[in-house]
């Protein structure tokens, strides 16, 4: 089978006029609670990654954004700190590409990491901390595309 090989160059251009990462200002009213529900393991997988590979669904989270109802996928991430995590794909009205919208976030969308409580429990999503993926660094990422109940 072939391999890529990616070169990391610390001195490239792109490195050298990166100055920072515009956020939002944290906000309380962006802290919602919300009820995870675990999927069936092994069950089918409905996300997968820009290279096609499927993504293990865990189960969903149901919360209320913006006055509104939603069912988000959560699949399944690599532990943090030896401990189970959950991720939300999502992307959102904020999602634009930057031409289109100076004021906008990455255009595939972001993350949001859950602790995974491995059981049906209520879990609090703190929307203050969605993170971009690697892909809005660098096209040599392959980022998962946000499936359709995680576009908001």
Known sequence: SRGTLRVWDP????????????RFDHS???????????????GAASVV???GDPL???????????????????????AFRGAARLQLI???????LPEDDPGSTYSMG???YLDDPGVAA??????NLLV?????????????????????
């Not at 999502?90 to 634009?96: I, K, L, N």
């Not at 209520?122 to 929307?127: K, M, P």
């Open 11 to 22: 001195a490239s251009d792109a490195i050298a006029r990166f100055a920072h990462i515009a």
């Open 28 to 42: 309380a009213a962006w802290v919602t609670s919300g009820r995870y529900t675990p999927g069936v393991p092994g």
């Open 49 to 51: 990654d820009a290279a």
């Open 56 to 78: 293990e669904v865990a189960g969903h989270v149901e919360t209320t954004l913006g006055g509104s109802a939603v069912r988000l996928v959560a699949v399944r991430s690599a």
């Open 90 to 96: 999502v992307q959102d009205a904020t999602s634009a």
């Open 110 to 112: 972001r993350f949001l």
């Open 122 to 127: 209520d879990v609090e999503l703190d929307w």
């Open 132 to 152: 971009l993926p690697p892909c809005a660094f660098s096209y040599q990422f392959a980022c998962p595309i946000p499936p359709a109940e995680n576009r908001i």
